[in-house]
C-alpha cells in the first residue's frame, strides 16, 4: 500500500445507541420539530442546504468580497497552500459562490480527531453543493485568538503496545496569551516524545517528519497549525481564515458597535433564550452573566475579557483597564483589532464576512446555536448550523479483536468493561457458572417474594426486615458474581490485553475516540489516502455516527 491508497468501509451508527448525548442535540437531528423554534433553519438534507445556499445569493446582501481576497490569500501563502486553494479564493470573490464554514481550536499537532473530520464534512458538503450547481468555498475559521492554551497544549496518542501516552507542550504561567501567537519555541521535546514512544503503522516516519516540518521552533502555533491542516487538505482546496488576521476587522465595526449599543436587549433576548430552554428539558451551553459583553479587549498577546459594570467596561485579569462607554466606542473606531467575539458573537461576525451557506459544528455548537439564533437577528442575520460527522477508525487490530469475542463497537459504548468481559465469557467455556448466578438470584428473589404475605400477616416489622435482607442478599450474590467476571479477565492475560487496547483505541477515557487520540495515530498506520477514504466514505445528512473500518 502506498501513501495514497486506503480501503475503507463505513457503518452507520445511531446517535441514541450511545452514551452521554445531549438531548438537545438529538432533538435537533431526530426530532427537530420540538426544537424548531430554538433554530433559524435546519438544513439536514441536501435539498434544504441548496434552498438556504439559494436564499442567501438572493437576498441582496452584500459581502465583503474584494476585501477579504487579500486576507486570505495572504495567510494561506504563509502556510505553504497549494494552488487550489487560491483557486477557491478567487471562486469567493463571486457574488454567486456560498461558504461553508468550520473551525476548532489549536490544538496540538492538530489536537482530537474530530477537528480533521470538521473539516472533512465542511469539504464534503462543499462539492456535494457543487455538484447541484452551487458555487461553494470550504472554509477552516482558525480562532487563533483564543486564549484558553491549558486546552489545546496537549494530544494524546497510543504506543506501539497499544498504550495510550500524552504529549504536552510547556504551560504559561498563568498567562492570559493568545494561542495563536504562542511560540513554538519548545516544540523540540514533544516531537522527541512521539519518537520514543514510536507510534505504531508503517508511515509513522512519513507522519514524524511532517509534523517536524510544520511545527518549527521558529514559528508560532497558528502557523504550526495552519500548515499541517493545509497541507492535509491540499488537494481539496481547503481554505484557512485566520482571526488575527491584520486589517479584516475594519470591516466588521458595524457588528462590534451593535453590541455595545444594543447590548441590554441583546442579554434580555439571551435570558428570554436560557428560560425557553429550561421550560423544554434542555439547557443553555453558554453561561452569560449581566456584565457579558460578548467581546474582548486584546493587548499585544494578550486577550481580557470585558465586562460591563456600572457603566464601565472593565478588562478582566492583570491589566487594570477600564473603559467608558465613549471610550469604547472610540476603541472600536480607532482600533477595531483590539477586539474580539465571544463564542457566541463569533458565528455573527463570521456571517457578517462570508455568505455561510452551513456552519458545520459538533454536538456542544449544535447546542449554543440555540442561543445565538435568539440575538443573530439584531444585525439581520440568520445564523445556522450544520451538525459534522462524527468517526470512530476501527483499524485491522481492533477490527480482529472485535471478531474473535463477537463484540461490536455500540457493546463497547454502552456497556461497562465488566458487562463486555461477562458477555465474552457468556459466549464461551464459562457461561455454566454464570448461568448458575442468574439462577440462584432468581431462586432466592422468588423464595422471598413468596415468603413476605405470609410474614407480613402475623409480623409486619419482621417483614420489612426480611425486604431488606433480600436487597442485601440480592447485592451479595451480584458482588460476587462480578468479583468472578473481573477475576476471569484477570487470569486470562489475552483477554485483559486485548480489552485494554480496545478500550484505549476505540473508547479511551471512556470517550469517543474522536474527542481524545489525534488524527496523526491513523495516518501513521493508513497514510495519507485516509484523507481520501473519509472524504469518500462519510456522508455529512447521515445524521448518524461513522464507524470506519480500515
Given amino acids: 500500500m502506498n501513501l495514497t491508497d486506503c480501503q475503507a468501509k463505513v457503518d452507520p451508527l445511531d446517535y441514541r445507541q450511545l452514551s452521554a448525548q445531549s438531548s438537545l442535540f438529538l432533538d435537533f437531528l431526530y426530532s427537530f420539530d420540538k426544537v424548531s423554534s430554538f433554530y433559524t433553519d435546519a438544513h439536514l438534507s441536501l435539498e434544504r442546504l441548496r434552498q438556504r445556499a439559494g436564499r442567501l445569493l438572493q437576498s441582496g446582501r452584500e459581502y465583503p468580497r474584494d476585501s477579504l481576497t487579500p486576507v486570505l490569500e495572504a495567510f494561506n501563502r504563509r502556510v505553504g497552500a497549494g494552488d487550489k486553494a487560491f483557486a477557491q479564493i478567487e471562486k469567493l470573490r463571486s457574488p454567486q459562490a456560498v461558504a461553508v464554514v468550520t473551525g476548532q481550536q489549536l490544538g496540538l499537532f492538530g489536537g482530537p480527531s474530530y477537528c480533521v473530520y470538521k473539516a472533512a464534512t465542511a469539504v464534503k458538503v ?64 514533544c516531537l522527541e516524545e512521539l519518537k520514543q514512544q514510536g507510534l505504531p503503522g508503517q508511515f509513522s516516519s512519513s507522519v514524524l517528519e511532517n509534523l517536524a516540518q510544520c511545527y518549527s521552533p521558529q514559528s508560532d502555533f497558528r502557523l504550526g497549525f495552519g500548515r499541517w491542516l493545509s497541507g492535509l487538505f491540499r488537494k481539496h482546496g481547503l481554505v484557512l481564515f485566520d482571526a488575527l488576521s491584520p486589517g479584516y476587522k475594519q470591516l466588521i465595526r458595524p457588528v462590534f458597535e451593535n453590541a455595545l449599543q444594543r447590548r441590554e436587549e441583546i442579554l434580555a433576548s439571551l435570558e428570554q433564550r436560557r428560560q425557553e430552554l429550561i421550560a423544554a428539558g434542555h439547557f443553555a451551553q453558554v453561561h452569560v452573566g449581566q456584565g457579558e459583553t460578548l467581546m474582548f479587549w486584546m493587548d499585544g498577546d494578550i486577550r481580557y475579557k470585558l465586562r460591563c459594570e456600572e457603566g464601565r467596561y472593565h478588562a478582566r485579569g492583570d491589566s487594570g483597564r477600564s473603559f467608558s462607554l465613549e471610550d469604547f466606542q472610540a476603541l472600536i473606531q480607532d482600533c477595531p483589532d483590539c477586539i474580539g467575539p465571544n463564542v457566541l458573537l463569533r458565528p455573527i461576525v463570521q456571517d457578517h464576512l462570508f455568505p455561510t451557506a452551513a456552519y458545520v459544528g459538533g454536538p456542544g455548537e449544535v447546542s449554543y446555536f440555540s442561543q445565538v439564533s435568539a440575538i443573530s437577528g439584531y444585525w439581520g442575520i440568520e445564523s445556522a448550523v450544520f451538525p459534522r460527522s462524527a468517526l470512530t477508525v476501527v483499524d485491522r487490530k481492533a477490527q480482529r479483536l472485535l471478531k474473535r469475542y463477537d463484540l461490536s463497537l455500540s457493546d463497547l459504548m454502552k456497556s461497562s468493561r465488566l458487562e463486555v468481559t461477562r458477555q465474552i465469557i457468556e459466549s464461551g467455556g464459562s457461561s455454566r457458572v454464570l448461568e448458575e448466578f442468574d439462577r440462584l438470584e432468581s431462586e432466592v428473589e422468588r423464595r422471598l417474594e413468596a415468603l413476605q404475605p405470609l410474614i407480613r400477616s402475623e409480623d409486619p416489622p419482621v417483614a420489612d426486615m426480611l425486604r431488606g435482607s433480600g ?28 480489552l485494554d487496547y480496545l478500550y484505549s483505541d476505540l473508547l479511551p477515557h471512556s470517550k469517543p475516540q474522536e474527542r481524545v487520540l489525534n488524527f496523526n495515530q491513523f495516518l501513521a498506520l493508513e497514510g495519507e489516502g485516509l484523507v481520501e477514504a473519509l472524504l469518500e466514505s462519510i456522508d455529512p445528512f447521515a445524521h448518524s455516527h461513522h464507524v470506519l473500518w480500515v
Avoid at 462543499?126 to 491549558?150: H, K, R, Y
Avoid at 450474590?477 to 468479583?483: A, G, M, Q, S
Fill in 126 to 189: 462543499a462539492q456535494l453543493l457543487e455538484a447541484e450547481g452551487i458555487s461553494a468555498v470550504a472554509i477552516f475559521w482558525l480562532p487563533s485568538d483564543d486564549s484558553d492554551f491549558e486546552e489545546v497544549r496537549s494530544s494524546s496518542w497510543l504506543n506501539r503496545q497499544g498504550k495510550r501516552f500524552e504529549v504536552s507542550f510547556p504551560a504559561h504561567p498563568g498567562s492570559a496569551r493568545m494561542v495563536g501567537r504562542t511560540s513554538l519555541q519548545g516544540i523540540q521535546s
Fill in 471 to 498: 436487597h442485601k442478599i440480592a447485592h451479595q450474590i451480584k458482588k460476587v458474581r462480578d468479583r468472578f467476571v473481573k477475576n476471569h479477565e484477570g487470569r486470562n492475560t489475552h483477554l485483559s490485553d486485548h
